[in-house]
């Protein structure tokens, strides 16, 4: 007796070439990064404690927040800076990058370092 032609039955003579991983991450672009160094600038401006700003990129997907995360001090440069962190989330991958802003003209913050945050 043989078997009847159904989908099953030729799911078992299929050859298997390889497996499906995980979705690969995905690196922050420089336009993403543009967005989060925006926001950061924003939420540094408006200056109120305990706030944070969301950023988006609608071309990629790409978003997150923007939070300061420490008192202002004086930075090398003889300015007000202060650091913050920001999320970065994009399909499946979540992360988390550290930066510096100090302060310019009339109050506005202009971003020093955004990289990838290291636990100490």
Request: glycine share 8%; net charge neutral; proline share 8%.
């Amino acid at each position: 007796m043989s078997r009847p032609e159904t989908a099953f039955a030729k799911m078992e003579d299929a050859e298997i070439t390889g497996t499906i991983g995980p979705p690969p991450e995905r690196e922050p672009t420089e336009a993403d990064l543009a967005f989060a160094r925006n926001a950061a600038s924003d939420v540094l401006t408006k200056g109120t404690k305990d706030s944070s700003q969301p950023w988006q990129n609608p071309q990629t997907g790409a978003r997150g927040s923007v939070t300061p995360i420490a008192k202002t001090y004086v930075g090398d440069n003889g300015r007000t800076c202060r650091d913050f962190l920001a999320s970065y989330v994009n399909g499946k991958t979540e992360r988390w990058l550290q930066g510096s802003a100090c302060r310019i003209e009339r109050g506005r913050w202009d971003i020093q370092t955004l990289k990838p945050w290291q636990q100490s």
